[in-house]
């Protein structure tokens, strides 16, 4: 039996491993380089504005009540879980604003009173994704892949299975909607997959039961709870942090991992090594080129996904046009994710795309901001690319590209509300780029969210989460197996847990 485990990475991902190998009896102990747990889901208080500075959808209730419940808990009794109405307001380029409500009867509603015919189109659409999504639960999610049986499980739906992985999401939901709001309603999650529409399997049409089905809720004090919720987990089960302390290598000896060693020159000793930091600086980074799995031309032709400017804002007086949260789409987002993708295009200047998200917390979390203010935050999708530079947040000054992506999309949310005066009632402004998250989080590239959903970076496809050449070193968070976001992040760890024991079964374990 293993007596000591190191995880590398205070993240979700970390904290959410370190707390099921510490309940398996094994002594414990996290190495993160920043001061503060949370890793990407991070929060900073500025002026009286507290900011989520990282994940901002609380999707996938089932993952997070599965994930507590292995330590007898419930999500309910951790977290102050408000139901949203509606889950977002979507702000078309023309027309306007659209309430989304969760509920597929509302759903349903909303869509017949927009295209005629679509609301019994959408109960079947919504039919589809419950049944996707609990396939992918039981054979896809919660699975290291290190057997057949998944696949072998699912004999009888190969052909649907291959339809889903071949056509696109968009060219899917395509086939059932006319109207261009409805197609963005149902394929916006291709973006928190780090990707894109058109290269996203239209297996991922699964995450409209999350939104739509299931419904849209809010932990109260934001993501900074979910990670305070893990952080007195880890200590309830005996876990040791140790803070501000950067690894610079997995320590080995032959094909064994031996702990990690410190920036600093010291040694953490373990019999089991986890890295939850990014995959390819774990890889290329933390080992030498005898020890790589995956070296750098495995990521050469990889999709790194999406990088993001963030902008927070604290703003004097109301926004009533803005719900908790807001999608401002383009009418053609074709172009928007052109130029994240594939670089600049003549009418996207910044490289930025003009298709945001907006959240506005404060309608919700009166703790978020002084009385009488507004919290927003600010999502841009840009490239995956360091050069597009820092924000302010932790340095004095944003690069010039920051800056002016996060002026002009400020100008954008001022347009949306209608309010000419909105820059003139800032009082907190904040930002992060590319080159933070690589700073930050040792990000590949830049990307903040993690290696895009396509075909080839999903599922199996996607990696594996143990080492092929040190037996006792394993790979957790939204850079591996099964993929990004923070219920992904808690069922990477139980996945772990599943390698560690030995358990090559698909589905959930029992609690």
């Known amino acids: 039996m293993t007596q000591s485990a190191v995880v590398i990475g205070a993240g979700i991902a970390g904290m959410a491993t370190a707390a099921l190998l510490a309940r398996e009896g094994m002594d414990t102990t996290v190495v993160e380089q920043l001061p503060t747990v949370g890793g ?28 507590f419940g292995l330590f007898g808990k419930r999500a309910d009794d951790l977290l102050d879980l408000v139901p949203l109405t509606p889950a977002y307001r979507l702000f078309p380029e023309r027309g306007e604003p659209i309430d989304v409500t969760s509920g597929r009867k509302n759903a349903a509603a909303l869509f017949e009173s927009i295209e005629p015919g679509a609301g019994d189109k959408l109960r079947a659409y919504l039919d589809s994704a419950a049944e996707t999504y609990d396939l992918a639960t039981q054979n896809f999610l919660y699975t290291t892949f290190s057997s057949p049986a998944p696949l072998k499980a699912l004999r009888g739906n190969y052909r649907r299975l291959a339809r889903f992985l071949a056509e696109p ?16 309603m149902l394929t916006y999650p291709a973006v928190f997959l780090s990707s894109r529409p058109e290269r996203t399997p239209s297996m991922y049409h699964l995450l409209s039961h999350t939104d739509l089905t299931q419904g849209v809720r809010y932990p109260q004090g934001g993501f900074a709870a979910v990670t305070d919720a893990l952080y007195a987990l880890c200590l309830e089960q005996g876990v040791t942090f140790r803070l501000g302390a950067e690894v610079a290598a997995i320590a080995y000896s032959g094909r064994r991992a031996t702990g990690v060693t410190l920036i600093d020159g010291l040694t953490v000793p373990a019999d089991l090594v986890v890295s939850c930091a990014d995959l390819h600086h774990t890889e290329t980074r933390l ?43 383009s009418e053609d987002w074709s172009e928007d994710f052109d130029a994240v993708f594939d670089g600049p295009v003549p009418s996207r200047p910044l490289g930025a795309s003009r298709s945001i998200y907006v959240c506005k917390p404060s309608a919700t979390d009166p703790s978020v901001a002084p009385r009488g203010c507004e919290n927003l935050f600010i999502l841009v999708p840009v490239p995956a690319d360091e050069a597009v530079g820092h924000g302010d947040m932790y340095r004095g000054e944003a690069s010039e590209q920051v800056r002016r992506i996060a002026d002009a999309a400020v100008e954008q949310v001022a347009r949306v509300c209608g309010d000419d005066g909105l820059g003139r009632r800032v009082v907190v402004k904040r930002t992060l780029g590319p080159a933070d998250f690589a700073e930050r989080y040792h990000a590949w590239s830049g990307g903040s969210i993690g290696p895009a959903h396509t075909l080839r970076q999903s599922a199996f496809l996607r990696g594996r989460n143990r080492s092929r050449k040190l037996g006792n070193l394993y790979y957790a968070g939204a850079t591996t197996v099964p993929g990004v976001g923070v219920p992904m992040c808690l069922i990477s760890a139980e996945n772990v847990l599943k390698r560690v024991r030995g358990d090559r079964s698909s589905g959930p374990l029992d609690a």
């Open 287 to 329: 080992l030498p080129q005898r020890k790589r799995t995956y070296r750098e031309r495995y990521f050469a032709p990889r999709d790194p996904g999406l990088g993001t400017v963030l902008v927070m804002l604290g703003v004097e007086g109301a926004l009533p046009r803005l719900a908790h949260h807001n999608f401002l789409f």
């Open 40 to 67: 990407r889901a991070g929060s900073e208080t500025v002026d009286g504005f507290r900011f989520d500075t990282g994940p901002s959808w609380y999707l996938m209730p089932d993952a997070f009540d599965h994930f």
């Open 169 to 184: 999401l968009d060219r899917f939901a395509a086939r059932s909607f006319a109207d261009t709001r409805l197609r963005q």
